[in-house]
């Protein structure tokens, strides 16, 4: 059931019509955010694959990108606007947590959501075709389990009746941890050549900074930094990825 309900918060596609999930099984979903990877980046990258074989490679990428986002909602990219606007025009713990609570979007917001898709489009505009399906796939479940470790470092910085999702995630059982840890791992040791398993580095020093800026800022996290520490991570493997094809 936990499993079911993850696919159901981070997508928007129909698994609700299964069945009928608890509201429990609902603070039980970051430990599977990695397996709900496998059905985003796959669909990433099939939609790259069978885009590039009748259109540019430029456009196939934003077909990619967009098909992401209409399978979750834009749940990701709504916490990095946040973020930003938040860490960016907030002095103090309080202001941060009200302004990411603000539905409105910020210039910082705007801004960092610009530079993010341009880096992002560019990073995956440098590698082949094949191998930048493969890395999406590798890269969209690496990152939600680096980025999932959060709820084990940091306690939520609201009340739960504060909480956007009005759920507040509960820190991973033994069991939880490596179920995610090899949803999380196996594509990309079974997809990628060995050489670029050192891009996984990246993402690890974007978890650590991130986590140290928003105890520094917060004391904990929220949903949004969720969202973001998800996007950059994702964002830093690639660059990961593409500094090893060079090297």
Not at 3 to 17: G, K
Not at 228 to 246: H, K
Request: with cysteine; charged share 15%.
């Amino acid at each position: 059931m936990n499993i079911l309900a993850a696919f159901i918060f981070f997508t928007r596609l129909p698994f609700w019509r299964i069945r009928e999930v608890p509201a429990e099984c609902f603070k039980h979903v970051v430990p599977y955010w990695p397996l709900s990877g496998w059905l985003t980046g796959s669909i990433m990258a099939g939609v790259l694959w069978l885009s590039a074989q009748i259109l540019p490679f430029s456009v196939a990428v934003l077909l990619a990108l967009a098909a992401r986002l209409l399978i979750t909602g834009a749940l990701h990219e709504d916490g990095l606007a946040d973020f930003f606007d938040g860490f960016g025009g907030g002095t103090n713990r309080e202001r941060i947590l009200s302004i990411m609570k603000d539905s409105h979007i910020g210039s910082y917001g705007v801004i960092g959501l610009i530079f993010y898709f341009l880096l992002l489009w560019s990073l995956l505009m440098s590698l082949p075709l094949s191998f930048a399906c493969i890395t999406l796939i590798a890269g969209d479940t690496i990152s939600k389990l680096t980025s999932s470790q959060i709820i084990n470092f940091l306690p939520y910085a609201r009340k739960e009746e504060e909480s956007k999702a009005k759920v507040v995630y509960n820190r991973m059982s033994g069991g939880e941890f490596a179920f995610g840890l090899l949803c999380g791992i196996l594509p990309s040791a079974l997809l990628l050549p060995y050489r670029y398993w050192m891009a996984i580095v990246l993402p690890l020093i974007m978890l650590y900074l991130l986590c140290t800026l928003m105890k520094r800022k917060l004391q904990g996290y929220t949903g949004d930094c969720c969202g973001a520490l998800f996007l950059l991570s994702e964002l830093s493997f690639y660059l990961g990825i593409v500094i090893l094809m060079f090297i």
